[in-house]
């Protein structure tokens, strides 16, 4: 089952946008860190905290949200998905073929970034050496908190047929999650919400590489286990409803 999935991945546009979407995080925070160099003066740390900041509140989670949603696109042809109900196989194992194969994408996506950084810093924005190691950790740790976000847009992807409602739910959902980090009433939505994962994840990044601190092993234990749970949570509520809730 999951050499099925990447066998449709693999012939898909997604890579496309799994190359753009970091190209134009980094481009983005290129830009506010040249216009701002003035204010923002600490070199490589200054401008690859500008790339995460952006790549975190906006570009990473709709990229996850497209490569998901181009996924289930298949399943929603003609009779396909009342096949994959009737089918012997696992739904379980289904949704986690479906987990794994989005995740390579993901993965190419921080790869493109990373890369994509070091080059706008050498040949655009005129600085030396290398990023700060935090850059390259912070990219890590969100490649693990993606994992509770592709499980919750995969049952959203599921649940439509239309191919945009997923990935506008989620561009909300980014949105109110970073509303939601400044505090008031959304602010605990930070703890449950992937988007918000997502977001906190880059915004903890940017101050990890600004300011030259190191997350306690304590904290990327609680955050390693709280995106696990989550994963395990959304994956079993797609199961129960693609088996007990979802008719067409």
Request: net charge positive; hydrophobic share 55%; charged share 5%.
């Amino acid at each position: 089952m999951l050499w099925a999935e990447l066998q449709k991945l693999r012939r898909s546009s997604l890579w496309l946008i799994a190359f753009f979407l970091p190209v134009l995080a980094v481009a983005t925070g290129s830009i506010n860190y040249a216009a701002n160099r003035h204010t923002l003066t600490a070199g490589w740390s200054s401008a690859t905290s500008q790339m995460m900041l952006f790549y975190g509140l906006l570009f990473f989670s709709v990229g996850v949200a497209l490569i998901v949603a181009t996924s289930w696109r298949s399943e929603h042809k003609g009779t396909n998905f009342y096949l994959l109900q009737t089918t012997s196989r696992s739904a379980l194992h289904l949704f986690l073929a479906k987990l794994v194969a989005a995740w390579f994408p993901v993965v190419f996506m921080q790869l493109v970034f990373a890369v994509g950084g070091c080059l706008a810093g050498w040949l655009f924005l005129g600085l030396t050496g290398w990023p700060p190691t935090g850059y390259f950790t912070t990219l890590l740790l969100a490649g693990v908190a993606a994992l509770p976000l592709i499980a919750l847009q995969s049952l959203l992807s599921m649940w439509s047929k239309s191919f945009t409602t997923p990935v506008v739910l989620c561009l909300v959902l980014s949105l109110f999650s970073w509303i939601g980090l400044q505090g008031g009433a959304l602010a605990t939505l930070t703890s449950i919400v992937p988007q918000a994962l997502i977001t906190r994840t880059f915004s903890f990044g940017s101050s990890i590489v600004a300011e030259s601190v190191r997350p306690s092993l304590s904290q990327l234990t609680t955050q390693g286990g709280l995106n696990l749970l989550l994963t395990a949570a959304f994956i079993w509520c797609s199961v129960w409803v693609m088996r007990v809730v979802k008719t067409r």
